[in-house]
């Protein structure tokens, strides 16, 4: 018996393809498998006209016109070796190319997966004298296997179920007079760390590290808020908790 499957089935597309080269081992295919992709063509801006009875008149749209700007996403699983995040960078990866976020997430369940979204079809992204469009992440190592995992931090007590960690840069855009993208900016680079825990005896607690700590030369990270394991303590379950920490990053240097 032979089962046929449609030409769309599992036809997944790397609209961050450009992120093997960005990472500097260049290794990026043989530890991560692409396993979840999205293009939505980003909507247009709507202005009505309305009559003396506030009936709409006429309409018009407007920031997207061309049909050139798409908000795309993907999610890669890290099925093997070690991925180093300072190999790889969020902003502008390519022209027309931005990755707005990118996100790290580990389970006691599965194995690591990593999620980017952004843009592609852009116009011109302005960097700033001297600097380039892209923000450095922490040198975090994550290892491509099914664990929870430390990501930043270390656990004092208890015992870690997941983590989380997110980076985010911001899409400046600058409008012509018929409101359509001229230009556009990437700004305002930060980073949120997550930890989930279950209570053995003693309260969990954790600890930040160095990495994520201000260096001192005010190039590269600093912690800004931090909190400590928050309990949740449900009847007849063991109790668990959780902690986050935010940080800023660090633009590159041209």
């Known amino acids: 018996m032979t089962i046929s499957k ?104 599965g194995w690591p997966q990593i999620t980017v979204t952004g843009y592609l079809g852009l116009e011109t992204i302005t960097a700033p004298t001297s600097y380039t469009n892209q923000f450095t992440l922490p040198a975090i190592s994550v290892i491509g296997m099914k664990q929870a995992q430390v990501l930043g931090f270390t656990v004092t007590t208890g015992r870690l179920t997941g983590s989380k960690i997110g980076f985010n840069c911001s899409m400046a855009e600058q409008l012509d007079g018929v409101g359509e993208p001229a230009a556009h900016g990437v700004s305002g680079g930060t980073g949120e760390v997550t930890a989930d825990f279950v209570r053995i005896d003693d309260a969990p607690a954790w600890e930040l590290a160095a990495v994520l700590a201000d260096s001192g030369d005010g190039a590269v990270f600093m912690a800004e808020v931090t909190q400590d394991p928050q309990a949740d303590e449900g009847q007849a379950v063991w109790h668990t908790a959780s902690g986050a920490a935010s940080f800023n990053l660090a633009r590159l240097a041209s």
């Open 6 to 109: 449609a030409t769309s089935f599992g036809a997944l597309t790397d609209h961050f393809a450009i992120l093997e080269t960005v990472h500097d081992a260049g290794t990026l295919a043989d530890i991560m498998v692409l396993v979840a992709s999205s293009k939505v063509r980003r909507a247009q801006n709507r202005a009505d006209a309305q009559d003396a009875n506030e009936d709409i008149a006429a309409s018009a749209y407007s920031g997207n016109s061309a049909e050139e700007i798409t908000e795309v996403s993907c999610t890669y699983a890290l099925k093997s070796g070690t991925l180093d995040l300072s190999d790889l960078v969020i902003g502008e990866l390519a022209v027309q190319i931005m990755a707005e976020s990118l996100e790290l997430t580990t389970a006691n369940g």
